[in-house]
């Protein structure tokens, strides 16, 4: 099996920077440099990502960020001991050591447990020391293979899943942790844990590690399902029978949630199984003795989205916007989809295809070609294809809205609301309303306290038929018929907009995109255009026109940070021109993300010019009375664009002012601040 990690991949006693982002990229070009990975970019943003969803720093000075990225070539860690320290998030203040884990998409079992348990060894206070007193990279990587090898048996440790607080019974001091009295038989209080994080390579099992540790100290018999990449072995069902509560530590969905059905629970985010784990021992203990406690819900993972939420706080803005851009992100792969096809389908057939469509496809074959032959076709089926994917936007978005406040009870009266909703001509703004509905309604009728013998049709049967009568019947009878109304006027209004009144329309959807680089606000401006991409025509060109400028502003960002690395070098770090060369392609394709590294970096100049350029776009596109038939592809469906060449002109405009404005912010607004990344020696 290759190393994990070299005297090449260790740096001791460096300045890396002042802030995570600088550590994170200089050891991401360390690992590229050593053929282990393909690029610095695609690998640091990965990281980068991962550490902006949960900070990795963790108690005793140390940080250990990591990802899978398809830019891994095979698995890698890369160690830095830092001078000066650097704050990755911890409670107890900056680290000084920081473990870099990189791993394939495709590691191996073998591989990723390797990886797992350095990660555990970190949480070991005599490794920690031999680490902060070694006194070379070579004495690094050996105590690193020790560690990995087991051979040290200070650090050596079992499978967190195997392990067992307090295990024989009646082996715990009477009255500790117990709640007997003293000189009464000591009954060893029993608690059953699950952890997992999204990669599934550090914080699962570190936080496994240390729950057992603190009850251990307790005298609390704790068993951990660790559900990570190396692999889980499920808890045994008798185990978890006999446990007096359950600990969740986990940031993503605990898989057979309904084996813990009726304990008590104590959910948290797995970063704090690692940053207070006796609390969280105390907590279930508690728990248990509360008649009161949060209970795992009988019906298994249904109320999961809603529980997790009220379990991290979320006020309901939160939850809204949480349901909101769920239904979105699921709705937009029928929206591409099927708009990609329409607009092959008008390319082949034209726009009259839409009229014949349904005869050509039903009454031709490849045997049968019809007047106009293959192209005429072939044009109807693309057409046919992609209107019946695009039937689906309505239903799709109501459905996932539902999901995401109800979990799967909520998916068949959020479709059926959506396309209730579309039946009634209430579209787009109809299926949110449907949505919420179905899922607010689908949540209630599963909190309700039912009978042991009707649990089990409550999630495929009860929760989807009343949620349905209830939500839809609401639709038909009350709240269709209105925002049917809204929407026509909607679409009406929009229809009529000419001049500086569609300019001005443009200058918002451009702000919009521009403003959080596939954020929220740029996903609504977004979802709006798709939404209306439908209703176009060669009659009414009002929503491909609005969907031209969604596309073209949104192309700016990544375009405009790859033009300012190209005219003034020196202001942006190695690897920020690195990645200027990736987003020219990432913004001719439309994916604005690609402009969210430089705005991570620096977002008070990187956005504000990144708004001004996408507003100068927009406003252009609106103005030139450019369409777009293709709800994504960038200028890659040129063929589905009207009015092509101005839509080029627009977007070089907006692109040439952004760049410009992002490189006079840089020179001149605020002092620079990659200095302390572009004064660490480059490795690539």
């Known amino acids: 099996m290759t190393q994990l990690i070299t005297t090449e991949l260790v740096e001791l006693d460096r300045n890396l920077g002042n802030d995570p982002e600088a550590v994170i990229r200089h050891l991401a070009s360390k690992v590229a440099a050593t053929g282990r990975a393909t690029e610095v970019e695609g690998l640091f943003a990965d990281a980068y990502a991962r550490e902006q969803k949960t900070a990795t720093g963790i108690p005793g000075g140390i940080a250990i960020p990591h990802c899978r990225s398809a830019a891994v070539v095979e698995p890698t860690l890369a160690m830095a001991r830092l001078s000066p320290k650097v704050d990755f998030g911890a409670k107890d203040g900056p680290a000084d050591l920081v473990f ?42 050996e105590l690193v293979d020790g560690a990995l090898a ?133 907590e279930a203990l508690a728990a248990a003795d509360d008649p009161h406690a949060r209970r795992v819900p009988h019906f298994g993972a249904e109320e999961q989205a809603e529980q997790a939420a009220a379990e991290k706080g979320e006020h309901i803005g939160q939850k809204l916007k949480r349901a909101l851009l769920t239904g979105v992100s699921y709705m937009i792969p029928f929206v591409a989809g099927g708009g990609l096809l329409i607009a092959l389908g008008f390319l082949l057939g034209g726009y009259d295809i839409t009229g014949v469509a349904d005869k050509v496809v039903l009454e031709n074959s490849f045997a049968n070609l019809p007047e106009g032959g293959l192209a005429i076709y072939l044009g109807a089926v693309f057409f046919k294809i992609g209107a019946l994917s695009m039937g689906f936007l309505v239903p799709a978005l109501a459905g996932y809205i539902a999901y995401a406040i109800a979990d799967r009870p909520g998916i068949a009266p959020g479709f059926v609301a959506g396309a209730v909703s579309g039946f009634m001509g209430a579209g787009f703004l109809g299926g949110i309303v449907g949505g919420l509905l179905a899922g607010y309604i689908a949540h209630l009728i599963g909190t309700w306290q039912v009978a042991r013998w009707l649990r089990g049709l409550m999630p495929v049967v009860i929760i989807p038929l009343l949620a349905s009568i209830v939500a839809s019947g609401l639709m038909f009878l009350v709240l269709g018929g209105p925002i049917a109304g809204l929407t026509t006027a909607l679409n009406s209004w929009l229809s009529g907009m000419t001049g500086a009144s569609a300019v001005v329309l443009g200058i ?103 708004m001004l350029g996408g507003a100068l776009t927009g406003a252009l596109t609106m103005a030139f009375n450019v369409t777009s038939q293709a709800p994504h592809g960038g200028i890659f469906v040129f063929f589905a664009i009207g009015n092509v060449l101005m839509f080029i002109v627009s977007i070089i405009a907006g692109t040439v002012v952004s760049a410009l404005a992002v490189v006079a912010l840089k020179r001149w607004a605020a002092p620079k601040t990659t200095a302390t990344v572009e004064s660490v020696p480059a490795t690539v």
């Not at 808890?235 to 007096?244: G, H, N, T, W």
């Open 100 to 141: 870099f884990i990189a791993a394939p998409d495709g590691a191996d079992q073998a591989h990723l447990k390797l990886l797992s348990k350095l990660a555990r060894s970190l949480i070991k206070k005599d490794f920690t020391a031999a680490l902060r007193n070694a006194s070379s990279e070579a004495e690094i990587v």
């Open 150 to 282: 087991d051979k040290p048996a200070a650090h050596a440790t079992a499978p967190a899943e195997t392990v067992a607080a307090g295990a024989a019974a009646g082996s715990v001091p009477a009255g500790s942790a117990t709640g007997t009295s003293a000189g009464s038989p000591a009954r060893t209080r029993r608690l059953v844990a699950v952890t997992a994080c999204p990669t599934g390579i550090a914080h699962t099992y570190m936080a496994a590690d240390s729950l057992v540790a603190a009850a251990q100290e307790a005298g609390v018999d704790l068993q951990v399902e660790t559900q990570g990449s190396s692999g889980a072995k499920a808890l045994d069902p008798a185990v978890i029978a006999a446990a007096d509560a359950v600990i969740f530590a986990v940031d993503v969905d605990v898989r057979g949630k309904e084996r813990f059905a009726g304990k008590p629970v104590i959910n948290a985010p797995v970063k704090r199984g690692i940053d207070e784990p006796a609390k969280m021992v105390q």
């Open 508 to 610: 918002i959807l451009g702000l919009m995109m521009c403003f959080d680089l596939g954020g929220p606000v740029n996903k609504v401006a977004y979802a709006f255009a798709v939404a209306g991409l439908s209703a176009g025509s060669a009659t009414n060109q009002a929503p491909w026109q609005i969907m031209a400028t969604v596309m073209a502003a949104g192309m700016v960002p990544p375009l405009a940070m790859a033009l300012a690395t190209v005219l003034d070098k020196k202001l942006f770090s190695l690897a920020e021109r690195e990645n200027g060369k990736a987003a020219w392609l990432l913004g001719a394709s439309f994916i604005s993300e690609g402009a969210i590294p430089f705005a991570a970096a620096d977002p008070l100049r990187v956005i504000p010019a990144s």
